[in-house]
Every structure is written in structure tokens, then in C-alpha cells.
């Protein structure tokens, strides 16, 4: 058998690329910032950082290619947003720990500024296609500067276990979109929009973004977790519980289906649901049986949410999700609240009480409710351009989009 010399070559190539741009970044922030490099935190966990960050730019951003005339604005906005958001996060996190007037970075604050942008990405799916780029930038300022309000309260206050932020990033993003949403409430879509939906092709794109999250969420619910033991169980519990999650929603989807059949939407989204879910107490001591069973439970009340809640918030509270974040995000994170409470009260962690991760889940769900709407409200004023009714959901009008039958043609 041949040694794979190639692949070694190749290997060592990468770390040194990966090195030579961490050491450049380095330079930059000790300049930009006045730091010494020595006090700069090593840059010890890259591989989880890029996992983190693939999350975010490819997992969430494919994930949202399934609205066949909005490919553009779902890759190409999620990563603008990103970008600004990530920048943004570092500000309004840092502010709570400054040291002489400067906020010092390293790899932990980083994967945390990737976290409250999360947040912002999630919100996006809950008004994805009915908002413009400007519209969608002022909620990330505020959306941001709230979520490191409530970050801060949650882990330095009320010292609430939420190792994989099934609390303060899934709930509270969730539901910080849907109060958006239902502020910026159209009664033109009430009927539904030709473009609101997928093709065969968006849906495949789609699912690039699915299995990019789902093989990266182990690093995700881990990435700020305490190294060893904690760390360790925190992948195995995720990497249990997206598995079961699989399972459960194949079979309700299954099951709901017309004559047992698949529905694309919700392998693309309830697959997921576990990874959600059993963040808040992934590092516990919860073994496999809790770990499964808790994905279990989230595959099925998301693929539920999918088929029956979302039309019922859509036609009698007017809340027009447009990616379903209620059914992925909003109650599988409040189910994982619910998880770390009784987790903890059981004695699972080591670390809090059972009245401490009550008071996270309220105040992030608060949060994100009021903060929300407050947020809608500000998004509503005129001059920010949103797209009218008829120009929903489509790419063209912000984009330039090269006509498909003279694309063919072409071809």
C-alpha cells in the first residue's frame, strides 16, 4: 500500500497557511487595539473555530436556497449580515469585560461573536424574503446589542448553564424573527406569494446547508464548553441526540405524509432540531438514553411544527414564518430550557440551580419577545426600503440577476 506522502504535504501546507493568516490577524489587533502579542490569548482551538464558522456562512446560509427566486439574497445577504454582525458582536460583547480601555481578543471571543450572529441568522429566516439589506442591518445592530444584554445577565448573573445556547442563541433569535415578523406583518401574502416556495434544484441547495450543520453541530455545542470530560460530553450528547433526531423526523414526516412519503422540508430543517435541543445541557451528565431522547423529542415536535403550526400562525396570529425558525430554533430551544432544568434539578451538573436556568429561559424568551418587537417597529419606517408585495421574495430586485432562458440558450 502506498503512504499517503500527498496527503501529508497537503496537511502540513494547510497548518501553515492557517498559522502564517493567525499570526498576520494577530499583528493587526495588537496594532489596531495597542495590545502586546504576548497577551493575546494562543490560538489553541482553530479547528472548532472553523467548524463554528463554516456553521455560519455555509450552513445557514445554503440552508435558506430553498425559495426558488431568492438563492442570491438568501447566501449572498446571510453573508453580509455575517460579516457585519460578527464585527459588531465583539463590540457589544466586549464592552462587559474591557481591560484599561480595550477589549482584548482571542479564540473564545471570536467563536462567541460567530454565536451572536447566529442569532441574527435566525431571525433573518423568520422574515427572509419580505425585508431589504437596510432593513435587515438595523436588526442586527439592535438584535446583537440586546443578545449581549441578555448573554451577560444569563452567564455572569444568573450563572445558567447553556453551554450549546439552546437558550440565549436558538430560543432567543427564534423568537426575536417572529415578534419582527409579526410587526412587519403583510395582509398582501396573506393568500401566499408565487415565489414562496422551492423548486426541485433550490431544494437540493438546500440541503447542502443541512448536512453542513449537521455534521458541524458536535463542534458548535462544545466550542465554549470546559476542556475534558465537559468538552467530551458535550460532542457525544450532540452527536447522540442529532441521530435520534434523524430517525424521528423521517418517520413523522412519514407519517404525515400523503401516502408516506418525504417531505423535503422537513428533512432539510427537523433533521436538525436535536442539535437545537440538547444544547443547554450538553455537557452534562445526561448519558445516551437522555442525549437520544431528547433528540427524539425535538425531531418530532419540529417535523409536527412544519405540517401543522406554522399555517396556524401564518392565518390566525399573522406571524409569516418564512423558514419555519419557530419549528427549528424556537421550540426546540425552549424544549432544551426545559432539559437543562430538569437536568440540573436531578443533579446532572454540577453547576447551577434548577431556578437559575428557569430565570435564563424567561428572561431570553423576554428579551428577544420585546426586543423584537421594539425592533419590528423601528424596521417598519419607511425609509428603509422595503420591497413591496409583488417584489417579495426575488432576487432582481437588488440583485442582477442574468435572464435563465437566455442563460440556456447560451448553454
Given at each position: 500500500m502506498r503512504f499517503p506522502y500527498d496527503h501529508i504535504k497537503a496537511q502540513l501546507l494547510v497548518n501553515m497557511t492557517s498559522t502564517s493568516f493567525i499570526k498576520g490577524f494577530q499583528i493587526v489587533t495588537a496594532t489596531l487595539m495597542s495590545l502586546p502579542l504576548d497577551e493575546l490569548t494562543?490560538?489553541?482551538?482553530?479547528?472548532?473555530?472553523?467548524?463554528?464558522?463554516?456553521?455560519?456562512?455555509?450552513?445557514?446560509?445554503?440552508?435558506?436556497?430553498?425559495?426558488?427566486?431568492?438563492?442570491?439574497?438568501?447566501?449572498?445577504?446571510?453573508?453580509?449580515?455575517?460579516?457585519?454582525?460578527?464585527?459588531?458582536?465583539?463590540?457589544?460583547?466586549?464592552?462587559?469585560?474591557?481591560?484599561?480601555?480595550?477589549?482584548?481578543?482571542?479564540?473564545?471571543?471570536?467563536?462567541?461573536?460567530?454565536?451572536?450572529?447566529?442569532?441574527?441568522?435566525?431571525?433573518?429566516?423568520?422574515?427572509?424574503?419580505?425585508?431589504?439589506?437596510?432593513?435587515?442591518?438595523?436588526?442586527?445592530?439592535?438584535?446583537?446589542?440586546?443578545?449581549?444584554?441578555?448573554?451577560?445577565?444569563v452567564a455572569e448573573i444568573l450563572h445558567a448553564n447553556d453551554v450549546g445556547a439552546s437558550m440565549i442563541i436558538h430560543a432567543y433569535g427564534a423568537y426575536f424573527g417572529l415578534a419582527v415578523a409579526r410587526v412587519l406583518y403583510r395582509p398582501g401574502l396573506r393568500n401566499g406569494h408565487e415565489n414562496d416556495g422551492s423548486v426541485y434544484h433550490s431544494d437540493l441547495f438546500a440541503m447542502i446547508g443541512t448536512v453542513f450543520l449537521w455534521m458541524f453541530w458536535p463542534s458548535f455545542n462544545s466550542a465554549i464548553a470546559d476542556p475534558g470530560?465537559?468538552?467530551?460530553?458535550?460532542?457525544?450528547?450532540?452527536?447522540?441526540?442529532?441521530?435520534?433526531?434523524?430517525?424521528?423526523?423521517?418517520?413523522?414526516?412519514?407519517?404525515?405524509?400523503?401516502?408516506?412519503?418525504?417531505?423535503?422540508?422537513?428533512?432539510?430543517n427537523a433533521t436538525l432540531a436535536g442539535g437545537v435541543a440538547v444544547g443547554t445541557c450538553a455537557d452534562m451528565s445526561i448519558?445516551?438514553?437522555?442525549?437520544?431522547?431528547?433528540?427524539?423529542?425535538?425531531?418530532?415536535?419540529?417535523?409536527?411544527?412544519?405540517?401543522?403550526?406554522?399555517?396556524?400562525?401564518?392565518?390566525?396570529?399573522?406571524?409569516?414564518?418564512?423558514?419555519?425558525?419557530?419549528?427549528?430554533?424556537?421550540?426546540?430551544?425552549?424544549?432544551?430550557?426545559?432539559?437543562?432544568?430538569?437536568?440540573?434539578a436531578l443533579g446532572k451538573s454540577k453547576k447551577g440551580t434548577a431556578a437559575m436556568q428557569a430565570a435564563a429561559l424567561a428572561s431570553s424568551l423576554g428579551f428577544a419577545l420585546v426586543g423584537g418587537a421594539v425592533t419590528g417597529l423601528i424596521m417598519r419606517l419607511p425609509f428603509w426600503g422595503q420591497p413591496p408585495d409583488q417584489n417579495c421574495f426575488d432576487d432582481s430586485i437588488y440583485w442582477e440577476v442574468r435572464n435563465l432562458i437566455s442563460a440556456f440558450r447560451s448553454y
Open positions: 494562543p490560538f489553541c482551538g482553530s479547528s472548532v473555530f472553523q467548524d463554528v464558522h463554516v456553521m455560519i456562512f455555509i450552513g445557514f446560509g445554503f440552508l435558506m436556497t430553498f425559495l426558488k427566486r431568492y438563492g442570491f439574497s438568501s447566501v449572498g445577504i446571510n453573508l453580509l449580515l455575517a460579516a457585519f454582525g460578527l464585527q459588531w458582536g465583539i463590540l457589544m460583547q466586549g464592552i462587559w469585560d474591557m481591560d484599561g480601555g480595550k477589549i482584548k481578543l482571542n479564540i473564545f471571543k471570536i467563536i462567541n461573536a460567530d454565536f451572536s450572529t447566529a442569532t441574527v441568522l435566525i431571525s433573518f429566516g423568520a422574515v427572509l424574503g419580505k425585508t431589504s439589506p437596510v432593513q435587515l442591518l438595523i436588526m442586527t445592530i439592535l438584535e446583537i446589542s440586546i443578545f449581549s444584554i441578555n448573554e451577560h445577565l470530560f465537559s468538552q467530551f460530553h458535550a460532542v457525544i450528547n450532540t452527536y447522540l441526540s442529532l441521530a435520534a433526531c434523524v430517525l424521528s423526523a423521517y418517520a413523522i414526516s412519514s407519517l404525515v405524509e400523503h401516502k408516506g412519503k418525504l417531505d423535503m422540508v422537513h428533512i432539510q448519558g445516551p438514553f437522555g442525549a437520544m431522547l431528547i433528540g427524539l423529542v425535538a425531531g418530532i415536535i419540529s417535523t409536527l411544527g412544519f405540517k401543522f403550526l406554522t399555517p396556524i400562525l401564518a392565518s390566525n396570529l399573522g406571524i409569516q414564518d418564512t423558514c419555519g425558525v419557530h419549528n427549528l430554533h424556537g421550540m426546540p430551544g425552549i424544549l432544551g430550557g426545559l432539559a437543562g432544568i430538569v437536568a440540573v
